[in-house]
């Protein structure tokens, strides 16, 4: 059955292929650069996964309100970036991402006299945008009866509370075959000790 809006969250932890996109190099050099700080050299404990999900709008649909993923519009240094990857090709009738250029400085929430500064992105299967999630933006209205489904990820600063507790939602097996660095991505030293006994610390992670 066909709904107009459907989302899968916590992809992560229903299939591992997801790794791929969390751990992508590419990908984690942007967040580097877009989490560093002049003073900040330590790139390796600054940014943690935040969530990774699916959104798919399956009908016409009308226009998203603009809103900021961030939680604090205006946010600087910024705490969380969002990247939006296209899995279909996506045209003005397909109901692309807009956002308002510059409104990540702007320290307050958008209203409907907002959306007339929007600009909109469209591109083709596998476009990657990568936003400040301070940034206004939204999904335009789709007119088309094509669904249009898009990958997002949402990176945060080591401190801040992840959506989802990563490191909990994972299988051992997974945690134990992953690297240092990747460990540090998925945020497994950013909680604090749930034992005093190292052993079963040492087993968890």
């Known amino acids: 059955k066909r709904v107009e809006l459907s989302m899968c969250t916590n992809l992560l932890s229903k299939n591992k292929k997801f790794s791929e996109l969390v751990f992508n190099e590419q990908i984690l050099k942007l967040c580097q650069k877009y989490f560093n700080l002049d003073y900040n050299k330590d790139l390796d404990n600054s940014f943690q996964l935040n969530f990774i999900h699916s959104r798919t709008i399956d009908l016409p649909s009308l226009p998203q309100n603009l809103h900021v993923d961030g939680k604090i519009p205006g946010a600087y240094p910024p705490l969380y970036a969002s990247i939006v990857i296209y899995l279909d090709d996506v045209d003005i009738p397909m109901g692309p991402t807009r956002v308002v250029p510059g409104s990540h400085k702007i320290v307050k929430l958008p209203t ?72 540090k991505i998925i945020g497994i030293y950013n909680y604090s000790p749930i034992s005093t006994d190292d052993k079963k610390l040492s087993g968890r992670f």
């Open 112 to 183: 409907k006299y907002s959306e007339k500064k929007a600009k909109l992105i469209t591109g083709k299967k596998g476009t990657v945008i990568f936003l400040n999630a301070s940034v206004w933006h939204s999904s335009f209205k789709k007119i088309s009866d094509k669904p249009r489904t898009v990958l997002i990820l949402s990176y945060n600063r080591w401190f801040v509370r992840q959506n989802f507790a990563n490191p909990f939602n994972l299988s051992k097996k997974f945690i134990s075959k992953l690297t240092k660095k990747q460990k």
